[in-house]
């Protein structure tokens, strides 16, 4: 494994080599000055200057001694810096490694450094960071439970409660007809199966909701792929999908897209009377999603139904991509309902 200080033009090597011309410098000016001493003792006896009898007379007084000193005094010094920068970029390196773990969520590394002076401050400054930002993911996953909850909570007694209420008074009249009025009763056991079988594909679009996330082993191209996929067979609508390119996205963008998609394909099932829905999913040149699903269904009016019950699922929506700095908009008439979300993503997003 590669080690930083060992990377050649990297922060030891520039500081060892520092050390080594300061060093040698500081050296050469303490031999000069104590070599020009007697070189001006000896012209001013001998009462002559010439100045091409002065280099010699220096290189006599420095030979050999006043290179061993200059050579030690050098190496002392180079030896001091690389033990120096060692420790620094020791120091520096641990700093590293931890931010790095903290941006893969392990908020349980911290930095060790106990020195009392800038860096051991940086240090305690950071260590403390990263256990506020734990401590406010922490409350945001608490809080997104509670959302869920409540969402899960509307959706039951929206959609299932609903469809059970109307299948028992299905029943409570086939049994008052049951012996007066047999194709009567019968027609209202039609009635009840349908509406069981209504409540049934309910239940099964939240279980589907509340399995493991579907991102944990794979990208969002292909999850949103398999949702979809899912989803058109058990409603029976058709669902087409673009996705162009195939990109790799902050986990994130990535959850909160995904949920999105569910809460938007899950109205679509139950309120749209939809044939037709298409996706889109694009990444422009400015770094910036597009993000789109439209329905060809009988639409509603957004004011209307902003203040009615099952909103929910459009204000949950909304405040999905608010909280990644997205702008979502809603359109809809009588020939069909329309949510586009742009979404603002890191430059260092690559594509595959």
């Known amino acids: 494994m590669r080690r930083w200080h060992w990377h050649f033009g990297g922060l030891f090597w520039r500081l060892s080599m520092s050390y080594l011309l300061v060093t040698f410098i500081a050296a050469l000016t303490i031999e000069c000055t104590i070599t020009l001493a007697p070189v001006l003792q000896d012209i001013q006896n001998s009462n002559t200057i010439r100045p091409e009898r002065l280099f010699p007379i220096l290189w006599s007084y420095w030979q050999p001694n006043g290179f061993y000193f200059i050579f030690l005094a050098s190496s002392l010094g180079t030896g001091a810096g690389m033990l120096i920068a060692r420790h620094l970029t020791g120091r520096l ?5 931890a931010t790095k773990a903290w941006s893969r969520g392990e908020f349980q590394d911290t930095i060790h450094d106990h020195i009392h002076d800038e860096l051991g401050q940086l240090s305690a400054d950071l260590n403390h960071m990263a256990e506020q930002l734990q401590l406010l993911l922490l409350a945001r996953r608490k809080l997104a439970i509670l959302e869920e909850r409540a969402r899960l909570k509307q959706d039951l007694h929206d959609a299932v409660k609903q469809h059970l209420f109307a299948v028992q008074m299905q029943l409570s009249a086939v049994r008052v007809l049951f012996q007066q009025d047999a194709d009567a009763s019968y027609r209202h056991l039609v009635e009840a199966e349908k509406l069981a079988l209504l409540a049934q594909q309910e239940l099964a679009t939240l279980i589907e909701e509340l399995r493991p996330p579907a991102l944990m082993d794979k990208t969002l191209g292909p999850a949103l792929e398999e949702l979809c996929h899912d989803w058109s067979q058990r409603t029976a609508i058709a ?7 195939v990109i790799s996205l902050p986990a ?17 099932a139950r309120h749209s009377h939809a044939h037709n829905v298409y996706l889109k999913l694009l990444l422009d040149e400015s ?34 991509i608010a909280a990644i700095d997205g702008l979502f908009t809603l359109e809809s008439s009588t020939k069909g309902t329309s949510i586009q979300a742009r979404i603002p993503v890191p430059v260092e997003v690559e594509k595959k």
């Open 93 to 97: 390196r641990r700093i590293a490694q």
């Open 239 to 245: 669902l087409s999908v673009h996705i162009e390119p």
């Open 252 to 268: 994130g963008i990535e959850q909160t897209i995904f949920r999105v998609t569910q809460e938007a394909l899950s109205n679509i």
């Open 287 to 320: 770094h910036t999603i597009t993000f789109s699903i439209t329905d060809d269904g009988h639409g509603f009016n957004p004011s209307i139904t902003r203040k009615q019950k099952h909103s929910l699922g459009l204000h949950n929506m909304r405040e999905r």
